[in-house]
């Protein structure tokens, strides 16, 4: 089997998913793995996909002529996993919204040699005084040679300049 990492980007209806769904297993596809939203009226995803090695070029052009439907389609070919050389930790963030949180988070992650492997955001009102919030929970994959501690102090360091709270939290 080949693996495919598939986005998929279409106006937010009823059916879009089965529609890439038939598309997959009409060329002997399985479905892996997913995460899919819904956001500002577009649908967005990004999926695995097996496929038999005789079907792969079928597949690619089946689903990039969903773009009938109004679904775009990106293909990347999956790549080789590397062997185990992180831990997982998971971060929660919480703070008053302003521009350049992620980024500043992000690039302290990526100068430590952290990985983020899954970041979910939004922003919703405080609770008493309705004030915008701003709340990330990502999944971080951290080099087993970078201590927890270290990681930690540097990220308290900058939540204090950018006055969020964060957790950070070994998963077990």
Known sequence: MDHLVITVFAPDQPGQVERIAQCIAEHGGNWL???MSRMAGQFAGILRVGVPAEAHHELIDALQALSAHGIRVLIAESGIEQSCTWKPITMELVGNDRPGIVRDITRLLAEQGVNVERLITDVRPAPMSSEPLFHAEA???VPLTLSLDVLQKRLETL??????????RAET
Request: no cysteine; glycine share 0%.
């Open 33 to 35: 793995e997913s995460r």
């Open 159 to 168: 939540a204090d300049d950018l006055m969020v709270d964060l957790v950070l």
């Open 139 to 141: 999944m971080l994959a």
